[in-house]
């Protein structure tokens, strides 16, 4: 007639419990992979994220070398009395935030490289673009450093500014 039925439970008790063990494998397995995933993702987006923002790596392109001259030479580039020097990304990305920080990094980082690539750059008239600052240069990133310019209660304006430039 067939096995006793004591044996069938057995056969599906063991069946379950290795089922079980492969489910608590699987899900450590995914945990630790998953975990291990996204910390070499993390470590490989602060190391992108920092080799990017240097004014080396900023006028690397045939297009910068005029701004980064300037900038050499400017306050912002270490030629003021402390020799403080602002990164590019300290003047040109937004700084009220990770994520609208990295999204305009990304959004800067594809525009500059496709102008850079495919885009007909002897015609741009750098000098009327100037004028439109506001749209490359973040208020929050003067901030970060000039956090005394944002104090209008102080009354003494010149004093606020000829700490950073000497007239």
């Not at 990770?98 to 490289?113: A, F």
């Not at 496709?114 to 000098?127: A, H, K, R, T, V």
């Amino acid at each position: 007639m067939g096995e006793p039925v004591s044996t069938d439970l057995k056969k599906t008790d063991k069946l379950v419990e290795i089922t079980r063990k492969r489910m608590v494998w699987g899900i450590v397995s995914f945990i630790f992979f998953g975990g291990l995933l996204g910390m070499l993702v993390s470590l490989f987006t602060v190391e992108f994220v920092e080799r990017t923002s240097d004014a080396k790596f900023c006028g690397s392109c045939h297009s910068m070398e005029p701004m980064t001259k300037s900038y050499h030479l400017s306050v912002h580039g270490g030629n003021n009395k402390d020799g403080t020097v602002a990164t590019c990304v300290d003047c040109h990305l937004p700084h009220d935030g990770t994520v609208s920080y990295m999204v305009q990094k990304t959004k800067s980082g594809i525009h500059d490289l496709l102008m850079e690539n495919f885009g007909d750059l002897e015609s741009i008239d750098w000098q009327a673009k100037r004028k439109e600052s506001e749209r490359y240069v973040y208020d929050s990133a003067c901030l970060k450093c000039h956090k005394k310019l944002q104090d209008t209660a102080t009354g003494n304006h010149k004093h606020t500014f000829c700490e950073y430039y000497s007239f």
